[in-house]
């Protein structure tokens, strides 16, 4: 099956009261009552213009996270990247398409445990260890039925799936609220200084997407990515941050946590 992506047909949500029932053992953990935040890079592997700037937003600026696409160009060499970078937390980024064209029919239910299992496998490989949480490119794993898949295998690594544990997850940070339609004021300093003084008590992720220009033509988020960079190294951004006197956390220290609060 192959058909032009929309990111809004993607942020679907609504697996129901059912999906506690697969949820793993720290989505009913304890909150602290102080404020942690992890700021998750989305994308890694996807290309070297964007791994280097998803490092910048790394090393200087909030970023504490990211995910992996396991069959990026860049992969490989953003996975040496990342062991240089021992703060930054490292998830994968389960993706059923390349670049906005569907490489699997999301109905056949066996076609997409298959990709599933297949990227797991693909990424301890690369890695050599489980990634520290799961999550999908434009959210796939929140459909029905193919969430039920992504809950199993976030048992099965003991690890967290986006939207399904103690993280409350945000993913209001991004320059195209429309597929294709840029609104760069969606990734301001100043919506970004907002949503951290939006933070509540207890665990929170804010998903980014941060990177250089890439010079391929079918780029879809292109130049946007340069400006959530500009955004999430800001001083302003920064300093919010510490005023607030919220915690960078990344999901290894999310997985102490709950095995503290136990």
Not at 81 to 91: I, V
Not at 144 to 165: D, H, K, M, T
Not at 177 to 187: A, V
């Amino acid at each position: 099956m192959c058909s032009t992506l929309s990111r809004r047909t993607f942020l679907i949500s609504g697996v129901g009261a059912g999906a506690g029932l697969l949820a793993p053992r720290w989505a009913t953990a304890a909150r602290p009552p102080d404020r942690f935040l992890i700021v998750n890079a989305d994308d890694l592997g996807l290309s070297a213009e964007v791994d280097r700037g998803l490092f910048e937003a790394h090393d200087a600026g909030v970023v504490t996270s990211t995910s992996l696409l396991v069959d990026g160009p860049d992969a490989e060499a953003a996975v040496e990247q990342a062991r240089k970078r021992p703060k930054l937390g490292l998830g994968i980024h389960v993706a059923f398409d390349e670049r906005g064209k569907l490489f699997t029919d999301m109905q056949d239910l066996a076609a997409v445990q298959q990709q599933i299992d297949r990227q797991l496998t693909a990424f301890v490989r690369l890695v050599g260890s489980p990634p520290d949480h799961i999550d999908s490119h434009h959210h796939m794993h929140r459909l029905f039925n193919v969430a039920r898949l992504f809950l199993v295998a976030g048992r099965r690594y003991n690890v967290p799936v986006r939207g399904f544990s103690d993280v409350v997850f945000v993913g209001r940070f991004w320059g195209q609220p429309e597929f294709g339609k840029t609104d760069l004021s969606k990734i301001s300093p100043e919506v970004m200084i907002a949503m951290l003084r939006a933070v509540k008590p207890g665990v929170t992720e804010i998903s980014c997407h941060p990177g250089h220009v890439e010079t391929r033509p079918d780029a879809i988020y292109n130049r946007e990515r340069e400006v959530e960079l500009q955004t999430l190294t800001d001083e302003q951004v920064k300093d919010t941050i510490t005023e607030e006197g919220i915690r960078l956390i990344n999901y290894r220290d999310y997985a102490r946590m709950t095995r503290d609060a136990r």
